[in-house]
């Protein structure tokens, strides 16, 4: 690195003679400080390959998940990666901590609520609701850079079929609460949008600029535009349209211009951005062999040297610098043009960013380019052992990557109707394209199709061809001149050169995981500052405390400690206390932040992760013989029961209309963050239970307060009866989120949420009498009260009844004021995907329903580049989708086509 530092500097330095060394030395550091950046704070990427396209309630999610480093090697420097699956109001419901082995983990996700275990005993384990859930996975050290980075992917969930495996017509459910977590969208939606991008970002006055523009529907998705038009009625000429992308120049003085869109004979009226008085126009040609850049430098004055970089995947490619020399006059009345030849023979295949900057590190012009020096994938083609397969036939298949032997590869074979959303990616799209940038893609597999497959498929480890030996026909230019247009509208890339080149400051905020670690930050608990030179003492043990690990280690002077554990599985419990240095004359009362507390941010749904095709005209035609292998048949040893009538009323709970909460889980993850709980109306207010806007809870706990004026609560519940606290409270409230009366606003003792296991929600109870919790809450009544009550259920009302479930005594003991007992959790237990199997054909009454109908997260191929797997069809298939993914120890894609 010095040498090469050496040598750009001794480089800048000859060719600008002109210059002070002061300004050389500047220019030259930002080069060089890049590639200190990315060897000291790589960037590491994930993606997840998930055995099906849509699910429904019920079913399991399956993953493999493949991470790479920064040159996009299966050899990332974190070994832990987190994979969570998060609800639709932005809950993380399940995260999965799983060991990074060679570039490679899997997993599995059940659709399936189980984290209560007083609900479980209830009602057993629930169903997630239908709904569209989203599955994102990081690493720690993803977390340093933009949370857009990480892998995220929104699934739709389906209500499970009024009958069993008729999938033909799935149904999307809304999810019954408000999005509390989860930003939302703009709530109106425009037929369409019309956005432009002048190239390089800059649209500058008095000088010829190529603009970029892009038009989508409601729905997110591109539309071409028919013509496009001042408002005087001038056509303005468009370049070759993809997804509603094209391209047009433009000359203004100050910019702003309305223009019409017209689309399918409806007009549509848009606006251009404001002009730049000085600065950039920046105009790209990717030619076979290089990179031309022109650049219209627009009101600088005087001698001026600029320089630019060009960076793949955050590595330096190249650099050089540019003198511009401008009189006053020319500067005023004309643009001084300057031109760059960058050779692109040697440049990696990817996308790559162009920056051209200032001494100050101001950039002038950025843009994005993809060069396409080969793109090498493996192919894995498969063979079946018959044409056609009947239900429950048994499947054999052989799967071969010529001339690539010993491979890895994550296999799914499902069912081939096909519900998922309109967004398609797979690993050779995200490690080349859709990583690289902001948004999604549509359709991103399209930009990489050749004609003919094998034009850019390499099978052997011969050099792969340049993309101009393939671009021979129009369809093939168009493809890389629609690519060049997502280059300049996509408008975000993971890498941000400024803090790269070192103008903007950078402080990893998260270390890299190389093994399980626990750590966190020790701080005062009533000044907040951080508690440097702190012992911090920790005992890991497992349940059945066979096993354990302790360790103790002292903050550093941010009040930063961390502890690496030994490989575990599974939930152990955690003791950790503080002691302060005997130095410290006043001894601090310490707060600990831990590390694990921290969560990417959330997003608003794009409306292309959401828009769903129209299935029922591909999925419609079903085999005719599933209504009979779907229907039961009686056994022929069974015995018919006479038909009975049951004509008397009878009282019943559907006890599967309520959905449970661990409200002690919830309170676990604030400790952790290192504040104190807060009382669980707030609690209910952060499940979703209440309009953040229209009723918002006080800072005051709600005691020896007079009058409902005075406060300003959404929900009523039973006190404590003297000094002995009943185990369950009941809240009683309209579906509005308000208390029914006067009568029914109780006011609470100061409760904590600390002290409570569970929360369990009965939303739509016509008849809260026939609850067991609700008859504590009666008893309670006064007889203004009980008298108010008939009358709204009398009225019809229906109720929202919480039912508040305390821990066992001694619960609340977790913390103390330099100690905590909580929970750690390792490494998450692998799951293995079940299939039963026919070997003597299926025995009548036999119902498999299975979409998913084989999953293998790791199947390696012989010395011959050959693997076999067999398993049993369903009960209905007989069209199958084979979706095979992986990298290779170079970093090469491997998929089925």
């Known amino acids: 690195m010095k040498r090469l530092a050496s040598f750009i500097l001794l480089f800048f330095c000859a060719s600008l003679s002109a210059q002070t060394v002061d300004d050389a030395n500047k220019l030259a550091t930002y080069a060089v400080h890049i590639n200190y950046f990315n060897q000291l704070c790589p960037q590491e990427r994930v993606y997840l390959h998930l055995d099906n396209t849509a699910y429904f309630q019920g079913e399991t999610i399956f993953y493999a998940a493949y991470v790479t480093d920064d040159l996009g090697s299966p050899n990332p420097t974190s070994k832990v990666l987190y994979v969570e699956l998060i609800s639709p109001t932005g809950v993380i419901l399940k995260q999965h901590k799983l060991k990074i082995e060679q570039g490679r983990c899997h997993g599995a996700f059940q659709l399936v609520d189980t984290s209560v275990k007083v609900a479980i005993d209830r009602r057993g384990a629930a169903n997630l609701p239908s709904g569209y859930y989203q599955i994102r996975a990081y690493t720690r050290a993803m977390l340093n850079f933009n949370d857009a980075g990480i892998f995220s992917r929104v ?37 369409l949008t019309v956005s432009f991008y002048p190239e390089g970002g800059h649209l500058i006055a008095g000088v010829p600029c ?111 610098t540019l003198r511009v020399i401008a009189k006053t006059d020319v500067a005023l009345k004309q643009p001084v043009p300057l031109d760059i030849v960058i050779p692109a023979n040697h440049l990696p295949t990817g996308v790559c960013q162009f920056t051209l900057f ?9 843009r994005m380019v993809f060069v396409d020096n080969g793109i090498k994938t493996i192919p894995v083609t498969f063979t079946a052992a018959k044409p056609e397969y009947r239900p429950f036939d048994r499947i054999q298949m052989t799967f071969q990557t010529e001339g690539n032997p010993y491979q890895i590869f994550s296999l799914a074979v499902r069912d081939a109707a096909d519900y998922g959303t309109a967004y398609r990616d797979d690993i050779r799209t995200y490690m080349l394209l859709s990583s690289e940038l902001k948004g999604l893609i549509e359709d991103p597999g399209w930009y990489f199709e050749r004609e003919q497959t094998s034009d850019y498929q390499t099978s052997d480890n011969s050099s792969p061809k340049h993309l101009s030996d393939s671009l021979q026909s129009v369809s093939l230019k168009s493809k890389k001149d629609a690519l060049d247009l997502l280059m300049m509208v996509q408008g975000w890339t993971r890498y941000d050169w400024q803090q790269m080149a070192g103008v903007t400051p950078f402080a990893p905020r998260h270390y890299t995981e190389e093994q399980l670690v626990l750590d966190g930050w020790a701080f005062s608990r009533i000044t907040e500052r951080p508690l440097q030179n702190t012992k911090v003492n920790v005992l890991l043990f497992s349940p059945d405390r066979k096993h354990k690990q302790r360790a103790a280690v002292t903050t550093d002077s941010v009040g930063y400690w961390s502890v690496g554990l030994e490989d575990f599985y599974g939930v152990w419990n955690l003791y950790y206390h503080t002691e302060q240095s005997r130095k410290t004359t006043k001894r601090a009362t310490t707060r600990m932040r831990l590390e694990r507390s921290y969560k990417p941010e959330l997003y608003a749904y794009f409306p292309f992760e959401t828009f769903l095709p129209d299935h029922k005209e591909s999925n419609a035609k079903l085999p005719v013989w599933q209504e009979d292998i779907g229907d039961f048949v009686m056994p022929h040893d069974a015995i018919a029961l006479d038909e009975v009538e049951i004509k008397a009323s009878v009282l019943y709970v559907d006890y599967g209309t309520f959905h449970a909460y661990d409200a002690a889980a919830t309170c676990e993850e604030i400790f952790d963050e290192g504040d104190y709980t807060y009382d669980y109306g707030r609690y209910l207010y952060r499940i979703g239970f209440f309009y953040e806007k229209k009723y918002q809870w006080p800072e005051y706990h709600f005691t020896n307060v007079a009058t409902a004026e005075s406060a ?61 919790c609700f008859k504590q809450c009666m008893r309670d ?104 993914e992986g990298l290779t120890k170079d970093g090469v894609p491997i998929i089925n086509k």
């Open 712 to 772: 300003d609560s959404s929900y009523v519940h039973i006190p404590t009866v003297g000094n002995t606290r009943i185990q369950r409270y009941a809240c009683l409230m309209g579906l509005d989120g308000k208390p029914l009366s006067r009568n029914h606003r109780w006011m609470a003792s100061e409760e904590d949420m600390e002290f409570i296991n569970s929360v369990m929600v009965y939303d739509t109870i016509a008849d809260p009498r026939l609850l067991p």
């Open 781 to 884: 009544m006064s007889e203004g009260a009980y008298i108010d009550f008939l009358r709204y259920f009398e009225r019809g009302d229906k109720f929202m009844v919480a039912e508040i479930i305390y821990g066992n005594p001694g619960f609340s003991d977790r913390r103390g004021k330099n100690e905590r007992l909580t929970t750690f959790t390792g490494y998450t237990p692998v799951v293995e995907f079940y299939a039963p199997t026919y070997p003597n054909g299926p025995v009548p009454g036999d119902k498999d329903f299975r979409r998913t109908i084989y999953w293998n997260p790791e199947v390696a191929t012989d010395s011959t580049g050959r693997a076999t797997v067999s398993f049993y069809n369903n009960g209905y298939s007989r069209s199958l989708t084979i979706s095979a």
């Open 358 to 366: 200032n001494h100050s590190g101001e950039i002038l012009s950025q």
């Open 210 to 320: 190529n603009i970029v523009f892009k038009a989508i529907n409601e729905n997110g998705q591109g539309v071409d535009i028919n013509k496009l038009r001042t408002k005087d009625g001038k056509e303005i000429p468009l370049s070759s349209q993809h997804c509603g992308m094209g391209k047009f120049e433009w000359v203004t003085q100050r910019g702003g211009e309305q223009l019409v869109a017209i689309i399918e004979g409806k007009e549509y009226e848009c606006k251009l951005p404001i002009a730049e008085p000085k600065g950039c126009a920046l105009h790209l040609t990717h030619k076979a062999d290089s990179l031309v850049v022109h650049v219209d430098v627009v009101g600088i004055i005087g001698d001026l040297v600029l320089a630019y970089t060009l960076t793949e995947r955050g590595h330096l490619c190249a650099f050089d």
């Open 155 to 191: 699934i739709p969930v389906y209500q499970f079929p009024e009958r069993e495996g008729h999938y033909e017509n799935p149904v999307m459910g809304e999810y019954p609460y408000h999005e509390v977590f989860r930003p939302q969208p703009l709530e109106k939606k425009e037929d």
